[in-house]
Each structure stands twice: as structure tokens, then as C-alpha cells.
């Protein structure tokens, strides 16, 4: 792989990048981190041993190809209440949980500024998440760059309702309004916005200190690319003030082996439980593009009633499906599900995949012809790359603005009619029905021209992403020129300018 130099610049680029500790951010920063060093970076990962575990085998064999890439690893510090071991927020973390693993975090601060002093970096990229890193990079005289998780376009939508507060001029939750500001007009109703605009939460007080330390930073990296949302990155500059970076979709640019799609997120190669390895047999015996894969990303706990109507939903529908249906803990829930996954396996109607599942494999599989997803940004970016259609379910988070770019904007998906925003942590009391799921997977996977059009988009998109990383490419440009960047910082930091004379 190329690697990106100035002119008269010799010694190697050193940065060190923190990922946050939730799958989603921790996912795509190593990521990030693995494209760097691909390119001549010298790379150290700060992480928890819990963390790590998840993606040390992609960096040992990143090292093993002769990268310069590892990881530093960090122990998390006790707090009262927090179980030995828990250092991730995800799925199963209960909310007074992922608060204490914040907190934890939070004592963090003193020694990550000591291992930035130790390691000497020229750069920190890190994640939104810890804003005090934009005070601790601006002490050793060198750039942070942020990582800011979702799209330029929710971020952009974001900003407009915090700007002109739209929502607040209509009259009930369920009523739209447009936002204002963007470069295609998009309705949303006061439901689908997340909650923190219309009452202040502790995530309100979180997202104003992350606000101020993004426009405080050098720059901020993304992880999709050009062609699927520039008007919005050029958008995000003006509204930011600083400098951004698109340079992905970073999945496919650095998971090019069988063996980094296959563990990537996940420490152990396999997936747990009964979908062990059966998924692959299940999928090389189905027709191509006759299957639906759903899946629901890394935060998500549906309700027992949920899980019940999502499994008739594909049942009823009349396609193949391939479910993951995570972690789910004993009880009802489980019960149903374990007699469900043996009916469908005997008809060969459907797979379950308890647990983690290799998603890049499984988007990659000739068999799957549609998506079911939450519009978690990471597993959006994937589907797109992999060409392949969605039905929009959006939950939580920036979600509901992504349906809206995949629906109205690019006109890739099919929503499912969510309408009510929830937090990853609290489920609420809106029920999608079987009738609904099924519908949204026959427009999905039907013949009409509609659907056709749909998929040709999706396509032609799916194209771009490939030729975005390829020398040349929007994303290629965009980290050649990211490091460059880098390396003149450090040049210009080794040798500064004689400071002119006041005229
Ligand atoms: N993922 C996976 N296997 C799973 C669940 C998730 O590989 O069983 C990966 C998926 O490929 C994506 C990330 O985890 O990269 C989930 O991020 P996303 O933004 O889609 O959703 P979130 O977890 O933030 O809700």
C-alpha cells in the first residue's frame, strides 16, 4: 500500500487514536486506525483489555503484514457499582451501568494525558466522546482530529433544529415540520426527534461539551464517502468551521481479508449458538438475492411482544430471512425464540444467529437481496457498499434523520412507518406489527419497476463507494490529503517559520 509523504519529510508520522468503548464508535475508529497505518502511519490504539479483545486479532495480523500498529492497553478504573470486568457500553448494559463505565472513563483523563506525553504523537484522533482530549492535544502543541459518529447529513439536520428550533412551532408530537437550512427539503415529525431537543437530559449537557471541543478541534474524519452525502459534508464545514475528512467506507477499505470480515467486532471468530457457522451452509443453499438479512446493530433490546411480532413478521412474509437475534437472556422471550428458530429451520424458511454475527461476511453473500436494519450509520454504510436495498426501521440516536436521507434523499429504502424516537436504553410502547413488517420486506424484495429502480440506485451507489477508496478515489484524496496535512503540522512544528518583523 501507498504511503503518503511530504517533501523533505523522512521521519515516520506517529499518531495515536482512542476509541470510545461501545461497539459502534470502538468499530469503525480501529477502523480508521487500521487505514492509517495501511498507509504509513505509525499507529497505537488506546484501549481497555476488554476492548481490545474485541479487534486485537485484525491489528496482529495489520502487524503482521508489516504495519506499525498496536495496541496500549489501559485498565479501567473501580467505581463503586460497577461489575469487574463490564468496560463496554452495548446491548446488555443497563443504563445506571453505562453511566458508571463513563465515570470510570472519566478517571481516565489524568493518565491518558500522561501516555500522550509518553508516546510523543503528532496527531490524536479521537472519539467525540472524550472532549477534554482537544485541551490535552492543544498542550503538546499538536492537532486532534475528532471522530464524530453518524452522517454529515444528521449532523447538518441536527444543527438546524438546534439553530432554528422547528419543533417547537407545531403543535403535537405527531404533526411534521420541514428543517430548515439543508439542501433538500425533509419532514420529520416532533416524535422521530431525539429527546434531548425538546427537554434538556444529561445527554444535552454531554452533546454541548462535545459540540464545543469539535469546533475546538483541528478537524473532524467520517466514515462514508463522497458520493453518498457530499452537499451535506460541504454543509457540515460552513456550519462546524473546521475541517473534515471522508474516508470511507472504511469497512471494506481495510477488512479486505476473509479473516478480518470475519472477526471483526467480535474477539472470538465464530458466532454463538445455533446459527455457529449453519448460517453459511444456509445461505450457500438459497437462490441469489432471495434472502433478507436483518439485524438490529450492537445497542438494540426489543421487548418480548416485539421479538414475537418480528418473528410472524418473517415468517408471514413469503421470503427467506437470516435474523440475528443477539444476546437474548433467559425467559419468555428466549423460549419463544428457540421454538421459533427450530420451526423455520425445519420448514428452511429462516436462520437465527444468537449473538454476534460476521455482518461483513453476510452482506457479501451472494444470497442476500434486502436489509432490514435500525439505520445504525455503520451497518447503513456497509449495506450501501454492499448495493443492496433496505427497509428502514429507525430506534434511536441520529436514526431517524438517516431514514430520511435513505428514503427521500437517495431513495434506497423502504421505511417500515416508525414513528416514535426511543432511547437505546428504554424501549417504549410503540409496537411494530407483523402486517407492517411483512409489507415493508415484499416492497423490499419485489419485482415491480419501483423496486428495480431501487435497487439500480443502490447499485450505482455501491460503485461509488468501491472507486471512493481506489487511488483517485473522493476518499482516497481525502486521506492523502488528511495526511499530508499531518505531516506538515509537524514539519512546519520541527522548523518554524523566523516570525516576520512588525512592519
Ligand atoms: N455488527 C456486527 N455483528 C452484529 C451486530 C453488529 O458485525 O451482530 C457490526 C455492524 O457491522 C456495524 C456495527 O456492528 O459495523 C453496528 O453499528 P451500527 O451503527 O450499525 O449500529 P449500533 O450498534 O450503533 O446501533
Known amino acids: 500500500m501507498e504511503s503518503f509523504g511530504?517533501?523533505?519529510?523522512?521521519?515516520t508520522l506517529k499518531a495515536i487514536f482512542l476509541p470510545f468503548?461501545?461497539?459502534?464508535?470502538?468499530?469503525?475508529?480501529?477502523?480508521?486506525?487500521?487505514?492509517?497505518?495501511?498507509?504509513?502511519?505509525?499507529?497505537?490504539i488506546i484501549t481497555t483489555p476488554a476492548n481490545a479483545a474485541v479487534f486485537q486479532s485484525s491489528i496482529d495480523r495489520d502487524a503482521s503484514r508489516g504495519r506499525s500498529i498496536r495496541t496500549h492497553l489501559v485498565k479501567l478504573p473501580h467505581v463503586p457499582g460497577l461489575p469487574e470486568g463490564v468496560e463496554t457500553v452495548n446491548a446488555s448494559t443497563p443504563m445506571d451501568i453505562a453511566l458508571k463505565v463513563g465515570e470510570a472513563l472519566s478517571l481516565l483523563r489524568p493518565q491518558f494525558r500522561q501516555i500522550f506525553h509518553q508516546l510523543n504523537p503528532d496527531f490524536i484522533v479521537s472519539d467525540m466522546f472524550y472532549p477534554s482530549t482537544v485541551d490535552a492535544a492543544a498542550e503538546l502543541g499538536i492537532p486532534r482530529l475528532i471522530y464524530v459518529g453518524g452522517t454529515y447529513f444528521a449532523h447538518c439536520a441536527m444543527d438546524s433544529l438546534e439553530r432554528f428550533e422547528p419543533h417547537?412551532?407545531?403543535?403535537?408530537?405527531?404533526?411534521?415540520?420541514?428543517?430548515?437550512?439543508?439542501?433538500?427539503?425533509?419532514?420529520?415529525?416532533r416524535s422521530q426527534i431525539p429527546e434531548r431537543f425538546k427537554t434538556p437530559t444529561e445527554f444535552s449537557y454531554i452533546m454541548k461539551k462535545v459540540k464545543e471541543s469539535e469546533k475546538k478541534s483541528y478537524g473532524s474524519l467520517f466514515k462514508s464517502f463522497y458520493a453518498f452525502e457530499g452537499p451535506y459534508e460541504e454543509l457540515y464545514r460552513t456550519i462546524v468551521g473546521t475541517k473534515s475528512w471522508n474516508v470511507g467506507p472504511v469497512s471494506s477499505w481495510v477488512n479486505q481479508d476473509v479473516s478480518d470480515k470475519r472477526s471483526r467486532g467480535h474477539g472470538k471468530e465464530e458466532e454463538e449458538g445455533n446459527g455457529k457457522a449453519g448460517w453459511l451452509a444456509?445461505?450457500?443453499?438459497?437462490?441469489?438475492?432471495?434472502?433478507?438479512?436483518?439485524?438490529?446493530g450492537s445497542m438494540n433490546n426489543f421487548p418480548d411482544t416485539q421479538l414475537v411480532e418480528i418473528a410472524h413478521g418473517l415468517e408471514d412474509c413469503g421470503h427467506d430471512f437470516l435474523w440475528v437475534v443477539g444476546k437474548i437472556n433467559e425467559g419468555e422471550g428466549r423460549a419463544f425464540l428457540e421454538e421459533f428458530g427450530k420451526r423455520v429451520e425445519a420448514s428452511n424458511k429462516g436462520c437465527l444467529i444468537w449473538g454476534w454475527a460476521p455482518q461483513l461476511l453476510i452482506l457479501d453473500h451472494p444470497a442476500v437481496g434486502g436489509v432490514m436494519t435500525h439505520c445504525g450509520m455503520n451497518t447503513v454504510i456497509e449495506t450501501v457498499d454492499a448495493g443492496l436495498p433496505m427497509v428502514t426501521w429507525p430506534l434511536f440516536a441520529e436514526q431517524f434523520f438517516n431514514e430520511r436521507l435513505l428514503v427521500d434523499v437517495l431513495k434506497i429504502a423502504v421505511p417500515i412507518g416508525a414513528k416514535k424516537w426511543?432511547?437505546?436504553?428504554?424501549?417504549?410502547?410503540?409496537?411494530?406489527?407483523?402486517?407492517?413488517?411483512?409489507?415493508?420486506?415484499?416492497l423490499l424484495m419485489g419485482e415491480g419497476e419501483e423496486c428495480e429502480e431501487m435497487r439500480r440506485r443502490v447499485k450505482a451507489l455501491s460503485q461509488e463507494a468501491k472507486k471512493a477508496i481506489q487511488i483517485g478515489g473522493s476518499s482516497y484524496n481525502s486521506l492523502k490529503d488528511v495526511i499530508q496535512e499531518m505531516k506538515s503540522f509537524k514539519l512546519e512544528k520541527l522548523n518554524p517559520k523566523d516570525e516576520k518583523p512588525l512592519a
Open 6 to 11: 511530504v517533501e523533505g519529510e523522512s521521519e
Open 21 to 44: 468503548v461501545s461497539p459502534s464508535h470502538l468499530v469503525p475508529v480501529v477502523d480508521i486506525a487500521r487505514i492509517f497505518a495501511m498507509h504509513g502511519v505509525d499507529v497505537t
Open 168 to 189: 417547537k412551532k407545531v403543535d403535537s408530537e405527531d404533526e411534521s415540520f420541514f428543517i430548515p437550512g439543508l439542501p433538500y427539503n425533509l419532514e420529520i415529525t
Open 282 to 296: 444456509w445461505l450457500d443453499s438459497k437462490k441469489k438475492g432471495s434472502v433478507v438479512y436483518v439485524c438490529f
Open 422 to 442: 426511543k432511547s437505546w436504553s428504554d424501549f417504549g410502547d410503540e409496537i411494530m406489527e407483523r402486517g407492517k413488517i411483512g409489507d415493508a420486506i415484499a
